[in-house]
């Protein structure tokens, strides 16, 4: 079964930093590529950063220098080292793989207040 519970959302003000967890069941976390998405209030679904089984990173370019993306293999998690944050940072976050499968987690809510 399918499992992507995300953590670490919260109020912060501009330019604050805040880390997301994600804990994913094995069956996904080991066999992909895993990602972080967001959606903005009013917006669609976009994909923010990838992590390859290897480490390999990729970010959107919205992100670049500000977010980190890493996984940590031993605990089936992944994380978003979020600093610098700006209000149109404002979304709830998800993780999953990439590309996703269907199923996805409640997300965490991050606020960037200006």
């Known amino acids: 079964q399918l499992q992507l519970v995300e953590s670490g959302g919260g109020l912060v003000q501009t330019g604050g930093s805040l880390t997301l967890s994600c804990a994913a069941s094995?069956?996904?976390?080991?066999?992909?590529?895993m990602g972080w998405y967001r959606r903005a209030p009013g917006k669609q679904r976009e994909w923010v950063a990838t992590?390859?089984?290897?480490?390999?990173?990729v970010l959107t370019d919205s992100v670049k220098g500000r977010f980190t993306i890493s996984r940590d293999n031993a605990k089936n998690t992944v994380y978003l080292q979020m600093n610098s944050l700006k209000p149109e940072d404002t979304a709830s976050y998800y993780c999953?793989?990439?590309?996703?499968?269907?199923?996805w987690g409640q997300g965490t809510l991050v606020t960037v207040s200006s």
């Open positions: 992590i390859t089984n290897g480490g390999n990173t």
């Open positions: 094995k069956s996904i976390f080991s066999r992909n590529p």
């Open positions: 999953n793989a990439v590309p996703p499968k269907d199923e």
